[in-house]
């Protein structure tokens, strides 16, 4: 199996290459040539299995025999060994016919450590492999940054250079990234905002120089690899509710398209989903362009459902590309006037789309009544963007006889301003971490120059 990209220029590459790689040199994203199909015989002989062997079993066709069977069970072993809960990703039932799946038992309480452990593995595997070693940057304001840190803090061919914006992250957050003392982990807080950090990693991207030869690696939601892992929990939670024989459908919180476009890719692999329902808070663009086929970038807005707060949607490009039936140029072209101007799609595109996806946008206000009105029904406390997903999928169900599974994105005790603000006293932190606030923090504070943090990543990178 090669990979492709969703613009049609980019040479072809193996997995290997496409997860070291990142962004195509065309601009597009990479996707599979062709879509591995799991037969209703794989998944019926799913029933019962382990997270860990399911999940070697949906990834084997993307791995295309690049890492040798047993040691890429080892790696996924390894990798969901990190979650707290035996059933990694446990379903948790809301109603008579709405599961809540429940994504943040990984080391990060978000659903980026599902793919992040694995990624770095992977990563560090084929680095080693190749006897090289490699630098990962990175700017966050909130989930990603720590879920790498923590996926790469035991990878000893990567350095690993997170940036945040000094300040302007909230304690917890930054503590998730600061406490992890690993010799390979370097914490950066600029004295900035987050657009400053982000676009000197863009920078550093652009212009890599300063390494001296060594690979610089992005880990952001456009790695092929991150899609690959996200497929698995699709899968596993269809075939635990009576997959293949009964078709599901799944509501997913969303901002860049990751998560649910690795839905998609479950089902384009034979999994039964009756449809979609795209989630989105404020930020709406994907909802727009669906419901209205608004294509068009608007300002940022800051939400309560901060993990969401996004202008463009980077993944939804690999859905594009199939709406316009793998046409890259079609792709290209529409996306280079979405930069410019307010655009849309063409009908044809659009109405695949809406075969198959629906969409809700849910405001601030509505998160804290839905976090108030889940509990007062199911005793559950929502975080806020799980709280975003509660709403949408009661508004967008469809078929009430299909059962509804609304992904669980962040565990409440991470973003406990919007739980304080719908009038709960807070939520404590699971047992592992209760002790975050008083664990020792190391980081250093830069200023918003691209040379002194380049010369920082230079100079301390092993
Ligand atoms: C990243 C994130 C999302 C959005 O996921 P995408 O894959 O970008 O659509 C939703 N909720 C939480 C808690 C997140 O961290």
Redesign the pocket.
């Known amino acids: 199996m090669r990979y492709i990209s969703t613009r049609g220029q980019a040479p072809a590459l193996s997995f290997e290459e496409v997860v070291l790689t990142g962004m195509a040199s065309d601009g597009g994203l990479y996707v599979p040539e062709e879509v591995p199909t799991l037969s209703h015989d794989d998944l019926a002989a799913m029933a019962g299995l382990s997270y860990a062997e399911i999940a070697f079993r949906v990834m084997k066709p993307f791995i295309n025999g690049e890492i040798d069977d047993e040691t890429f069970r080892g790696i996924v072993e390894e990798a969901y060994a990190t979650f707290s809960h035996d059933a990694v990703v446990p379903l948790n039932q809301l109603d008579a016919n709405h599961f809540l799946l429940e994504l943040f038992h990984g080391p990060t309480l ?3 450590d599902v793919a992040l452990q694995l990624l770095g593995r992977i990563l560090d595997h084929f680095l080693m492999k190749r006897g090289e070693r490699a630098v990962i940057m990175g700017a966050t304001s909130g ?1 990603t940054g720590s879920a790498a840190i923590e996926g790469c803090r035991h990878c000893d061919n990567l350095d690993i250079f997170i940036l945040h914006p000094h300040n302007r992250v909230s304690e917890v957050q930054r503590r998730q990234m600061t406490t992890v003392l690993a010799d390979n982990v370097f914490n950066v807080a600029i004295e900035g905002n987050f657009d400053d950090a982000q676009a000197m990693v863009k920078a550093s991207f652009a212009d890599q120089s300063f390494l001296n030869g060594t690979r610089l690696v992005a880990v952001n ?1 456009i790695n092929w690899a991150r899609i690959m892992a996200q497929i698995v929990y699709y899968v596993a939670s269809a075939v635990a509710l009576g997959a293949p024989q009964r078709e599901v459908s799944f509501c997913v ?8 476009f690795a839905g998609y890719m479950a089902y384009r692999m034979g999994l039964p989903v009756e449809r979609f329902v795209i989630a989105t808070n404020a930020n709406d663009i994907l909802h727009r362009t669906l419901a209205a086929n608004d294509f068009s970038k608007q300002e940022l807005k800051a939400t309560l459902a901060p ?2 707060d996004i202008v463009v949607s980077s993944n939804f490009e690999r859905l594009l590309f199939e709406a316009y039936e793998r046409d890259g140029a079609a792709v290209a072209e529409l996306l280079e006037r979405f930069q410019a101007e307010p655009t849309a799609l063409a009908d044809a595109p659009l109405a695949r789309l809406r075969e198959k996806f629906a969409s809700h946008s849910v405001d601030d206000a509505t998160i804290l009544e839905v976090i108030r009105e889940a509990h007062h029904r199911t005793q559950e406390i929502l975080d806020p ?1 799980t709280a975003t997903g509660y709403r949408a999928a009661e508004r967008e169900r469809g078929d009430a006889a299909v059962p509804m599974i609304t992904l669980a ?2 565990h409440p005790a991470k973003f406990a301003e919007a739980v304080v603000k719908a009038g709960f006293p807070g939520v404590p932190l699971p047992p592992h971490m209760d002790d975050l606030l008083e664990r020792e923090e190391r980081y250093s504070v830069l200023p918003a120059e691209l040379s002194a943090v380049q010369q920082f990543v230079a100079e301390n990178r092993r």
Not at 253 to 260: T, W
């Open positions: 978000a659903f980026k989930d939601s919180p969303s901002a860049n398209f990751g998560n649910v993990s969401m963007h994105t962040a």
